[in-house]
């Protein structure tokens, strides 16, 4: 009796050691293991960027107050560097190189070494290789710099139609967003990179039915925004239409294709809000942001329900524009809700305007202005002075009567373009509300990045770009 009253004390004993043991293996796991991976990119997104929307939103005139957008209140908050192989300033395929395959390029080169001769293997294909599901979207091109850097190898970024015809060769599992740059070649007469997807057995679904078809368990997706401008990128945010689908339509639809029980890795990028910056848009930026917290919040709805073995990682690529909030003390983000419109469709609907010799008379011109932009209306402290019409007045005379045409759809890259009404309104309502730009083009400044979820400790001290994918390779087991 004694020895059986002993033996059973031991057994119980023995039960509590394995109990501990698989409390303590079982915490560890859900501190390191992250089965459900997001990255989210907002390209050109600084900390100014961000700051810059949580100010306006619910900005009222003479309150002071600060609400925060959901990656601002994750538990780890730190910044990564981003420079590239030949210069501080990157560009972002070497960025994106950087963060999908670890190793620093030069600019304009996607997936590849500076001397072209090797080849970098992407965190796409490792996580392939481990048995994840595969997801790459973006709200612009999908053959564009960032979410070709999660597939590509090309000596250079421009290269669009060879990247198109590189996308199916790597069994991603889902793509979402824009679509090709140029399908047929630049000058159209190259086969068609969409048949060649489909040929590689990519389902394209590029209408509104063909997207809410869509369903878990669906291989080889190719998921279409069926209303993009002509290049293949997605309209504004602040234009955007009742009904159309946006960054988090895709995100959510990422997430019901690829959920399975091996986990996936989505690459998530807001491609706007850098275009927004180059153009020193500041509205713009602030909606493209916003579309880009939705698409965030897609992925904690998600984390909600597998918070132990989900990860989310917000990060950028690199900031656009030296952007500053705060000119002089002046910072009233209240202001910028008068911004109707992007400048790109202020672009077109001036476009529009411009019929005959003469088109609208300069004080017509005055009262759309006054419309879209609410420059002009003293009411709300957006009145007008001298110089500020001076200066109107003077790209009124070129646009409208010079001839000088505004390409409503002209590549953000290029460098040619007259300063237009829409961007000079821009800027001085941009000025006015605080918001300040030290260029149209990248700075150097370090990104933020803010994570939450299973291995979430892994990100929290200050690191460089190329450390982004051994981090998540390891917190996923890779
Ligand atoms: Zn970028």
Redo the contacts with the bound molecule.
């Keep these: 009796m004694l020895i059986l009253n002993s033996l059973l004390k031991m057994k119980k004993t023995l039960f509590l050691i394995s109990i501990l043991f698989f409390v303590i293996a079982g915490f560890g796991q859900s501190e390191t293991k992250a089965k459900y991976v997001f990255l989210f990119i907002g390209?050109?997104m600084g900390v100014n960027q961000i700051y810059a929307t949580e100010m306006y939103l619910n900005a009222k005139a003479g309150e002071i107050k600060v609400d925060r957008l959901l990656m601002n209140n994750f538990p780890v908050s730190s910044n990564m560097t981003t420079y590239s192989a030949d210069t501080y300033v990157t560009?972002?395929a070497s960025?994106?190189t950087a963060m999908s395959t670890g190793f620093k390029t030069n600019n304009g080169i996607l997936g590849k070494s500076p001397d072209l001769k090797t080849d970098y293997e992407t965190i796409s294909v490792k996580a392939k290789r481990a048995g994840f599901k595969v997801g790459i979207l973006s709200s612009v091109m999908i053959d564009h710099?960032?979410p070709a850097s999660f597939y590509a190898h090309q000596a250079s970024r421009n290269m669009y139609y060879e990247i198109s015809m590189e996308l199916p060769n790597y069994n991603i599992d889902y793509f979402g967003g824009g679509g090709f740059h140029y399908p047929k070649g630049e000058n159209g007469d190259q086969p068609d990179a969409y048949e060649n997807a489909a040929k590689l057995g990519y389902t394209i679904a590029d209408s509104h039915a063909e997207f809410n078809k869509l369903k878990k368990g669906d291989k080889k997706v190719f998921a279409l925004n069926p209303e993009t401008y002509p290049l293949g990128e997605f309209h504004w945010a602040i234009d955007k239409k009742e009904g159309s689908i946006s960054l988090a339509d895709f995100t959510k639809k990422g997430i019901e294709v690829m959920d399975n029980d091996k986990g996936f890795f989505m690459m998530i990028e807001g491609g706007k809000i850098?275009w927004a910056c180059h153009g020193n848009d500041g509205v713009s930026m602030v909606h493209e942001v916003l579309a880009f917290n939705d698409a965030i919040n897609v992925a904690y709805e998600f984390y909600k329900k597998h918070s132990d073995e989900t990860l989310i990682i917000v990060t950028a690529?690199?900031e656009?524009g030296s952007m500053f909030t705060g000119i002089e003390y002046v910072m009233h983000p209240e202001l910028l809700k008068y911004q109707k419109i992007s400048v790109q469709e202020f672009k077109r609907k001036m476009g529009k305007l411009k019929v005959g010799d003469e088109g609208v008379s300069f004080n017509k011109l005055l009262d759309i202005i006054k419309a879209d932009f609410g420059l002009g209306n003293s009411d709300v402290g957006l009145s007008l002075d001298d110089n500020e019409i001076a200066l109107l007045k003077r790209v009124y005379e070129n646009q409208f009567k010079g001839n000088q045409d505004v390409n409503p759809d002209a590549d953000y890259l290029s460098t040619d373009e007259v300063k237009s009404i829409a961007e000079t309104a821009a800027y001085i309502l941009n000025k006015k509300a605080g918001i300040g730009w030290g260029s149209s083009d990248?700075s150097s400044m370090p990104v933020p990045v803010r994570v939450l979820g299973a291995g979430q400790n892994e990100f929290t001290e200050y690191f460089d770009n190329t450390e982004l994918p051994k981090k998540i390779q390891k917190v996923m087991g890779m």
């Design positions: 390209d050109g560009g972002s960025s994106g710099a960032t850098d690529d690199h656009t990248h």
